[in-house]
């Protein structure tokens, strides 16, 4: 009489086989989302933050008074002001790649631009660039009326 009433080597070893091949392809399917979320993250967080630009841009243009911007494009940071551009509009943790300023037919890349009380719009092309890499461009124009 034989009595079998254990398990093999064999049939432990093929049980672990498939248990790992099972959290191999969970954890992978994991890290994967994870990694999605962290860039589609990373890429609502740029569009909100030129979107917070883009609004303080125009709360200064929708004032009577004339202001001043101004793009240093060795620090890659962009400031704004009313005597003098001194208040930044990007977060240190970002860098501002392109800030360019279409006004009345002249194209600013770097310096400091001086918009006026004119009426004239003002055409705005930003592009931001966070740690990871991610870029984001918007382009858009600002008008008084």
């Known amino acids: 009489m034989n009595n079998q009433k254990g398990m093999t080597l064999v049939e432990i070893l093929a ?3 498939i248990l790992m091949i099972i959290s191999y392809i969970i954890f992978s399917v994991f ?3 994870n990694k999605n979320y962290a860039q589609i993250s990373g890429k609502t967080d740029l569009q909100k933050e ?3 630009i883009i609004s303080t841009i125009r709360s200064y ?3 009577n ?10 620090a ?7 005597a003098s551009a001194s208040n930044q509009l990007n977060r240190n943790d970002l860098d501002l790649l392109t800030f360019t300023i279409t006004f009345k037919g002249t194209t600013y890349t770097n310096g400091d631009v001086t918009i006026d009380q004119t009426n004239k719009p003002i055409e705005i ?3 931001l660039k966070d740690k990871e890499g991610q870029t984001y461009e918007t382009t858009t124009m600002i008008k008084r009326y």
Request: glycine share 10%.
């Open 65 to 74: 008074t004339g202001y001043k911007l101004s793009f240093d494009s060795t």
């Open 76 to 82: 890659k940071k962009a400031f704004i002001g009313d």
């Open 15 to 17: 049980v672990l086989t």
């Open 125 to 127: 092309t930003i592009t």
């Open 61 to 63: 243009h929708l004032k």
């Open 50 to 52: 030129t979107n917070l």
């Open 31 to 33: 890290f994967g989302m």
